[in-house]
């Protein structure tokens, strides 16, 4: 039975726009773009990596397999390292007596430690431009829904204060802080908006969908439970011994993560910029699954800061299947490149390009108001 102060937040049966982030709605505030990730890893400017076992050995792996030149600004494309790892994993075969197939699975989970790494390097941090995009969301139209391709958490970090009076964050998937658990007392609980919620009389909150298909850095995954376990504010990675860092407050200490139902070390859970993407990861193929139904009942896609790379197959599949020709596409980028027309084009014949960055398009209120309008 539901108190008089506990509502359900439902979701309307049609959405009016769903966002589409990609990597340049959040490089203004710092985090780096793809074509930025492996040159910081290689730099030499990390102590953090070059002092790490984890930095050492993906550094060493490059080194005999690649050639690059940081004075001329050529490196090898990151879909190529793991193109060239996803090869050997997949056919089960050893690339050398040094690099045997086992050693080719670790340096990859190594290479996605040190993606987690870097881009955290940049999340700690208030964003401006995600603040006024949620101020303008709030003003205007919350029947909205965001598909994120980034692993950063600048987006939800900007939505805190408008947490309870304005909304509730919805991840799309199970969470282990949703269940109050003795094991679970120690981690911070998390409000499940398709539940119902305590609000106040005079607030009308909203439940957001953030749909992030390619993984998040405050994400624990359990590959024995199948279970995530969501740490708002813990994204620190050990580069030694490849553990996921919690801090107890207000002293600080710091403590290595384990699964509290079974005990298993946690595992990072971002979907590396590879030709081969594995949707089989329970939590990605739900989020998928998510994403589609989002798809199949929008009046309107916006995409913002994504060039919808020749990697990303699964993402064009994800819109090929789903999206309606009636449904409106936007495409908000600062590139002018007739290639990444050629990218979109076949997705919708009702498509729309605009030149802005994600700065741009969030300070300029009477254009975000009329693309969230219906």
Known sequence: MISQNEIFLKYLPQRDVVFVLGAGAS????????????PMILSGDYPEIINSEIGNKVIEFINDNFTYDPKNHFFPQFEAVFGFLDYFILENESLSAKYTHSEMVTIKEYLIKL???????????????????????????????????????????????????VGYIDYCTHLMNYVHRPELENYNFWINPREPVVVNPKDN???????KVHGSLNWKYCNCCNQLLLTPWDRKIDLNKGKLLGYTYPDLKE?????????????????????????????????????????????????????LSNADVHIKALFKKHLDDNVEVIVINTRREESLKARYKPLSSNIKFLRRSFQELVEDEKLMKELLST
Not at 30 to 36: A, E, F, S, T
Not at 132 to 152: E, G, H, R
Not at 256 to 285: A, H, N, Q, W
């Open 255 to 307: 403590y290595e993560y384990t699964c509290p139902l079974d005990g298993t070390d946690f595992e990072t859970l971002i979907m590396p910029p590879s030709f081969v993407k594995s949707l089989r990861v329970p939590v990605i193929s739900q989020l998928f699954s998510e994403a589609s139904r989002e798809i199949r009942s929008t009046r309107k896609v916006i995409f913002v800061g994504y060039s």
């Open 115 to 165: 993606i987690h790494y870097v881009v955290d390097l940049s999340t700690n941090k208030k964003s401006v431009a995600y603040g006024k995009f949620w101020d303008v969301v709030t003003k205007y139209n919350k029947n909205i829904s965001i598909i994120t391709l980034n692993y950063d958490t600048l987006l939800e970090q900007a939505f805190d204060p408008l947490f309870k009076k």
């Open 205 to 211: 909150p909203a439940a957001f969908k953030i749909i």
């Open 27 to 38: 490089h203004p505030d710092g985090v780096p773009l793809q074509r930025h990730l492996l």
